[in-house]
């Protein structure tokens, strides 16, 4: 009897020493989210969209500091346009102990050796705006992407002409021969954007009842400098012809502005996609006639709040929702002048 009696004991006391010991290691991991360390690598710094990215990013690490009492180390890097550099980053991350990476990938087609890192590490990863392919993102249930849907943008960016073109026809068809003609500018070539929003936005016209015509398209990788001299080429080629610019951003539609500006013309129409802050100017001062916004508080937002559960061990947060539990797709809208 009293055998059973000690046993007894001896097993509450086990219970109260392993209670003791699970709150101890609770305590602790509290104890380590006193401060989180978040990777940001983005495939050029000079970009302008990223920019506005990064800097609503910095928002996001300083309202969450200030609401949690939680330190965020936002540690920023530019890969320039190398995959090499971006690669090295990762290490470097790694090396340093970050809780989580948020990776906007040079070459989007070349994510595996980054995500082998991340898997060896156990470090989750957050990818933004330049697509992996599905094979890589399937790798692993740590991997996540944020970005916009690209034929929504186009689809968007199409109905901003048409609606022109419904009210006014002759601001488009300013030689009234009954065709709008244009002129495109497209992103990098390796771009999952570049291609469907070419796609979507003329097939949007189309739809939406707009005789046009294309006159010539070249590729300008989202660049303000390379768009103005394509731009200024054409304008010589194609002098009184160019009716309306297609512009797969808004970088790009400012440099067309800028070649028109020096050619002294400003009666051709123009779209573009991000409403970036020197887009979002360039529309309320009437240059641009219209763009497209993902709203880049979101966006930012959900970059942000996934890597912050990650790194803290919790769950993603549920008003958060994810296509197949990987991908969190922006909220997009027009912006033009009213
Ligand atoms: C696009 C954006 C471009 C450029 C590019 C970089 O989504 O519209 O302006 O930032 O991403 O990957």
């Known amino acids: 009897m009293r055998g059973k009696l000690r046993r007894i004991r001896c097993f509450f006391l086990w219970l109260c020493v392993a209670a003791l010991l699970a709150g101890c290691r609770e305590l602790e991991k509290k104890e380590e989210k006193k401060s989180l360390r978040i990777g940001v690598s983005l495939y ?20 969450f500091e200030q609401e949690n009492g939680i330190k965020v ?13 971006q690669n090295n980053q990762v290490e470097r991350f790694i090396s340093l102990g970050c809780d989580v990476m948020c990776i906007n990938p040079v070459d989007r087609t070349a994510a595996s050796a980054m995500i082998d890192k991340a898997m060896t590490a156990g470090i989750p990863v957050v990818f933004f705006n330049r697509q992996p392919v599905e094979e890589d993102m399937n790798r692993w249930d740590q991997l996540y992407y944020v970005g916009a849907v690209a ?74 400098s390379q768009a103005s001299a394509l731009m200024e080429q054409w304008l010589g080629e194609y002098p009184e012809m ?23 013309i400003d009666h051709i129409k123009l779209v573009g996609i991000d409403a970036t802050t020197p887009g979002q100017e360039a529309v309320r001062s009437g240059k641009l006639l219209g763009t497209v916004s993902a709203d880049k508080e979101q966006y930012a937002g959900a970059i942000f709040s996934i890597a912050a559960a990650k790194a803290q061990g919790d769950p993603l947060p549920s008003e958060l929702s994810l296509e197949n539990g990987k991908y969190y797709w922006s909220p997009q809208e027009i912006l033009v002048n009213p």
């Open 242 to 264: 160019i009716e309306l610019v297609i512009c797969n951003n808004d970088d790009m539609a400012l440099g067309a502005i800028d070649a028109m500006e020096r050619a002294e």
């Open 73 to 85: 180390t936002l540690d920023i890097q530019d890969a320039k346009g190398s995959q090499n550099t």
């Open 44 to 63: 050029r710094g000079d970009d302008t969209f990223i920019n506005n990215i990064r800097s609503e990013l910095e928002s996001c690490a300083k309202e």
């Open 151 to 224: 034929k929504e943008s186009a689809v968007l960016q199409g109905s901003i002409v048409v609606d022109q073109y419904r009210k006014d026809p002759d601001s488009l068809d300013r030689n009234g021969d009954g065709v709008v003609s244009y002129v495109l500018l497209e992103g990098e070539s390796s771009h999952q954007d570049s291609l469907i929003r070419t796609e979507w936005s003329i097939q949007t016209l189309k739809d939406g009842g707009v005789p046009i015509e294309k006159i010539t398209g070249g590729i300008a990788n989202w660049e303000r």
